[in-house]
């Protein structure tokens, strides 16, 4: 890069924005990072060779609020009603081998919309 003649040392990385997991656009700004903690393995150990069904992250999102639910959503992990969407989130058992997830923090039953 070069401005009037004089040399710019390009620094990429300071430019090379982290992408939105809801949205999939550039996060301006520090981007939200969300994990997911692994608390299946505490109720079972898997089997050999059975990985945890769910990545833990940490996703990176904007600060879009509507984002990290609507991604869950997508992935098969509806957001409890009942939570905020924080920084680390529990995965919930909803039966049938699939998952919500939840901040844990409400005293009341958690609450997940139908799919
Ligand atoms: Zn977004
Ligand atoms: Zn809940």
Redo the contacts with the bound molecule.
């Keep these: 890069m070069e401005i009037m003649g004089i040399k710019i040392p390009t620094v990429l990385k300071e430019n090379s924005a982290a992408v939105c997991a809801g949205c999939a656009r550039e996060i301006d700004g520090t981007p939200f990072r969300m994990s997911i903690l692994d608390t299946i393995a505490i109720e079972a150990a898997p089997s050999f060779g059975l990985a945890s069904p769910i990545n833990p992250g940490p996703f990176q999102f904007c600060s879009d609020p509507a984002c990290p639910p609507a991604w869950a959503t997508a992935r098969g992990w509806p957001v ?4 905020s969407v924080r920084e680390i989130m529990r995965p ?1 058992a909803l039966g049938d081998s699939r998952h ?1 997830l ?3 923090i ?1 005293r009341d ?3 997940f919309l139908p799919a």
Excluded: N, P, R, V
């Design positions: 409890c009603q009942q939570s919930i919500g939840c901040d844990g409400h039953a958690h609450e």
